[in-house]
């Protein structure tokens, strides 16, 4: 099971209306229409009623921001999502200090639509190829959405893992996939999620042991030590950095385990985060 959003050109630079001072807006998900959550830089020298001008897209702060993130009214002549895509920037992680030559390679070969602000990397690793060779092995391919979000980039800063405070991020599972996952585990086969997000749509809308309910909502589904997987069997997932949601997932898939899986990729010099090294894990229970 793939996710096939695809990352939209959600980073705009600009300046402050009022005083010309550079601003930056990450975008994350439209609340209405023309009101965006967003995350924007410097948030402290913005306030309810700021003006920015992105170019061919101006807009206001109309709430916040609180802890970075404010909710952006914006405006332009003609359509929104179009002049987004012109002026707009492919939102790379911070730990990526150049740009990209070709933006294409931080979109997975199956991505149809457009919502995330990052991408799901561990698709990255899939060619037409790749496919092509699974499908020969009867391996079926389905696919969900689910539209990344802040947490992507938002590291753990709480004492203890429990305390943090993951955002909500909408998805959608078609019908025809939570049909394949019901027909998968009953002839006795697995499913295979690639990536973290798919567990998280996945297991959002577990109904039973190997059951998906299929529709659209808002996960905030936090994955800790402890949680009852029902759906997803195996795991390809990249190596993830420290203090990171993503990351407590992954260990609370693996159980103990993924300390060993993380000090073979240490001792081997593997590649870690969004073009690293991925693995293929098995849930521990």
């Not at 975008?27 to 001008?53: H, I, Y």
């Not at 499913?191 to 039973?208: F, H, K, Q, W, Y």
């Amino acid at each position: 099971v793939v996710n096939r959003t695809r990352v939209r050109a959600a980073r705009l630079l600009g300046s402050k209306s009022e005083t010309g001072g550079r601003v930056e807006a990450l975008l994350l998900r439209p609340l209405t229409d023309n009101v965006w959550q967003a995350a924007v830089r410097p948030a402290r020298r913005l306030r309810p009623g700021s003006e920015l001008d992105f170019g061919p897209i101006k807009a206001t702060i109309a709430v916040g921001p609180v802890g970075g993130i404010a909710e952006l009214r914006l405006s332009t002549r003609g359509d929104l999502e179009s002049a987004i895509d012109q002026v707009g920037q492919v939102p790379l992680p911070p730990y990526i200090h150049t740009g990209l030559p070709d933006p294409e390679r931080y979109q997975t070969i199956y991505a149809r639509e457009v919502g995330s602000a990052a991408a799901p990397t561990a698709g990255l690793h899939f060619t037409a190829d790749v496919l092509a060779d699974l499908s020969a092995r009867s391996i079926g391919l389905a696919d969900i959405e689910l539209r990344i979000g802040l947490d992507t980039f938002k590291p753990i800063s709480s004492a203890s893992i429990e305390d943090h405070q993951i955002h909500a991020e909408e998805f959608s599972v078609p019908a025809a996939t939570a049909d394949r996952i019901g027909q998968c585990h009953e002839a006795g086969g697995r499913v295979v999620a690639i990536g973290t997000t798919v567990v998280r749509a996945l297991e959002s809308r577990a109904t039973g042991e190997g059951q998906v309910d299929p529709g659209d909502g808002i996960t905030g589904l936090y994955i800790t030590p402890g949680f009852s997987f029902r759906v997803v069997d195996l795991l390809v997932t990249n190596f993830h950095l420290p203090r990171t949601t993503l990351l407590v997932l992954l260990a609370s898939f693996m159980g103990r385990s993924w300390r060993r899986a993380y000090d073979t990729a240490l001792r081997r010099g593997y590649r870690f985060a969004s073009f690293g090294d991925a693995m293929l894990t098995e849930r521990s229970r």
